[in-house]
């Protein structure tokens, strides 16, 4: 199956599963990291936060795995507000949506799946075998680039481009930002330019699991009803 054929039936696995949600208003992305990892950006890199290479998470077709540099945030909330806790680190780091989703923006589909979660044993902790029963939480990946750049070129020759002001992921209209309130739905952005951390707060979270990212990414769970592409 080619490319853009496969990517469009898994847009298409999106739509039927996010179909019933709803939509929450939302301002800003966000993104949990540890703190020596902005710790690092401070002291070595001029506190800009650059875009580094997608690794191999998620869907194994995914078009931007290995391929395209960005910086993940978040924009999913939790009863109407950000989470009070993540999975990625103890640090968090707030930018507007108006910031980098302007006019001169574009927001391209790139991945649908979800992630095959480790069993626990019998003392409650995770074991290294692989279960085989589907996760709950399925995750949908957006990719914004800067119109004109050289990842929004690779996008348009592999992504679906999505109409800002009319997709239920993550739309804009008159400035109001919305993002799509499904039940066990996250939606993530892959941002593709450098951030300034300069004059942004970074505000400490609890951590729920590792309390980082896993290396090289979760693969997506083999034989998912909802997200297989068949």
């Known amino acids: 199956m080619a490319e853009a054929e496969y990517l469009r039936k898994l847009l298409c696995k999106a ?7 709803t939509s929450d208003t939302v301002s800003i992305l966000y993104r949990n990291k540890p703190t020596s990892y902005f710790d690092d950006i401070k002291e070595n890199h001029n506190n800009i936060m650059k875009p580094y290479l997608k690794d191999n998470g998620g869907d194994p077709r995914c078009p931007i795995n290995g391929r395209l540099k960005g910086l993940f945030f978040n924009v999913t909330l939790q009863g109407g507000t950000i989470p009070h806790k993540s999975p990625f680190g103890a640090k968090r780091v707030k930018v507007p949506l108006s910031e980098v989703f302007d006019d001169s923006a574009n927001l391209y589909f790139a991945d649908f799946y979800c ?16 279960s085989h029963r589907r996760s709950k939480v399925h995750y949908v990946t957006l990719v914004l680039t800067r119109s004109g750049s050289d990842a929004d070129s690779f996008c348009q020759q592999h992504l679906l481009k999505l109409d800002p002001q009319d997709n239920i992921y993550l739309s804009k209209k008159s400035c109001i930002y919305k993002t799509l309130d499904r039940d066990a739905v996250h939606v993530e952005v892959m941002y593709t330019e450098d951030v ?11 951590t729920i699991g ?5 290396p090289g990414g979760i693969p997506k769970t083999v034989g998912c009803s909802i997200c297989k592409v068949v």
């Open 15 to 21: 739509k039927e599963h996010c179909s019933s949600g």
């Open 210 to 214: 590792a309390g980082e990212s896993t």
């Open 115 to 130: 992630k095959r979660p480790r069993p626990r044993n019998r003392f409650g902790r995770r074991s290294g075998m692989v």
């Open 196 to 206: 300034d951390l300069t004059d942004r707060d970074l505000t400490s979270t609890p």
